[in-house]
């Protein structure tokens, strides 16, 4: 796209205030603008025009039965035996979703550079490559592993694992790609400008893993490799396993065309979205869509009959996930407070939502698969993400629970 169709393709959209930014640049500086206008999906955009209605008060929820700590130890062998032979025959890949920044820890830098020692270092990837590792060495294999990054933090990301020698995993096995983006708008539907020459961009939501990766063209890369299960997992989350034999082995077993790795509720209000089925279909309904009636219901063994929490981190059948990309995602509409430049190049921070940003939910992909079986795992030994300094869910919190797995930092 050139100059003048970028402007043409704004024009029929009703976007004269990037017109306007896009005419005053010169060809060089334009160059960053015209390849993002290039990108929009302008059904996107516009999807804030007819907005979906709310009609969960339709929907039917039921229980799904998870595979239970007990149910675990009881096929622990038979679970393990078959998630390393798919793993030996090379049919299980990872996905590490690095996109963000560790803004929330006071750390300007990709989120997985996070520096968690005390006595030494030990960084949130390393880490995560270590528990990786673990499976390696059992396995006598080594797991695909791909790290989707974003715009903003894909230079620095590379260049971490390359300074760090990809801390002993074999670099070969290790590919990197770019989260898409979506651009963010008005409540009128106008396209924000973060600087004199870039639209305020942002990523397009945990659920758009998939088809970031295709646009990278990878899954071509999976599919030459024999790849059969993605093991999708979120950088925050410090002791998760990854490409856990155990888990692997259960998935496949059940005929299932996901697994999801959940954890037992502490309590009934607890703030996660929890594993059921929804009008047939697997499902997860967040804390806040959850009614009081259904988040105390008790099973007859006293325990919360939705009771198993979520983590991110889902098994999916790769052809399963060609399925569904062709048949796209739902787009979830929300409303952000968006930073953005004024007419008179000023930058302006909102203190409250401005307009909408546009994603796509890793629980949708859930949802339109035919079945998923929960795999309960110990929360103290598989659960420690860092999401803040302090307090719940936090730097403290994970240094902790690192202790109480003899984890040495």
């Not at 160059?31 to 979906?52: P, R």
Request: glycine share 6%; with cysteine.
């Amino acid at each position: 796209m050139n100059k003048q169709e970028a402007i043409n393709a704004l024009k029929e959209h009703n976007q004269e205030q990037v017109i306007k930014r896009l005419e005053a640049l010169d060809e060089v500086s334009a160059k960053k603008l015209i390849a993002q206008v290039a990108s929009i999906d302008w059904s996107v955009v516009e999807s804030i025009n007819h907005k979906a209605e709310d009609n969960s008060s339709d929907r039917k929820v039921e229980p799904l039965e998870a595979v239970e700590i007990k149910d675990i130890k009881a096929n622990k062998d038979k679970y393990t035996a078959k998630g390393i032979e798919a793993i030996k025959a090379g049919k299980v890949a990872a996905v590490l979703l690095a996109g963000g920044q560790g803004t929330r820890l006071g750390l300007d830098k990709p989120k997985g550079t996070l520096n968690v020692g005390i006595n030494k270092d030990l960084f949130l990837f390393e880490q995560l490559i270590n528990n990786l590792l673990d499976v390696v060495n059992q396995s006598g294999a080594y797991v695909p592993l791909y790290i989707m990054t974003s715009d903003k933090n894909n230079n620095d990301t590379v260049a971490f694992f390359e300074e760090h020698n990809f801390f002993g995993y074999d670099k070969d096995y290790v590919k990197f790609f770019i989260q898409s983006m979506a651009p963010s708008v008005d409540y009128n539907g106008k396209l924000y400008m973060e600087s004199t020459d870039s639209l305020a961009m942002s990523p397009n939501g945990n659920g758009g893993w998939f088809t970031s990766l295709i646009d990278a063209g990878l899954d071509k890369d999976m599919e030459s490799k024999g790849i059969e299960l993605v093991n999708v997992f979120a950088v925050d989350n410090i002791l998760q396993r990854i490409a856990d034999p155990s888990f692997v082995g259960a998935t496949i077993l059940s005929g299932a065309d996901c697994g999801s790795k959940v954890v037992r509720k502490c309590a009934p209000d607890e703030k996660v979205g929890v594993m059921c089925k929804v009008n047939g279909h697997p499902s997860i309904i967040e804390y806040y869509e959850m009614s009081e009636e259904l988040a105390n219901m008790r099973r007859e063994d006293g325990e919360l009959t939705y009771g198993f929490g979520v983590i991110l981190n889902y098994l999916f059948s790769f052809n399963k996930l060609v399925e569904i990309a062709n048949r796209k995602l739902p787009l979830h509409i929300v409303e952000k407070k968006i930073p953005y430049i004024d007419e008179n190049d000023n930058l302006v921070k909102p203190e409250t939502p401005n307009g909408y940003k546009f994603e796509k939910l890793v629980l949708d992909m859930v949802e339109m698969m035919d079945n998923c079986v929960p795999y309960e795992v110990e929360r103290n030994y598989e659960f420690a993400p860092i999401k803040n300094k302090t307090g719940k869910d936090s730097l403290e919190s994970a240094r902790e629970l690192l202790k109480v797995n003899g984890i040495e930092f």
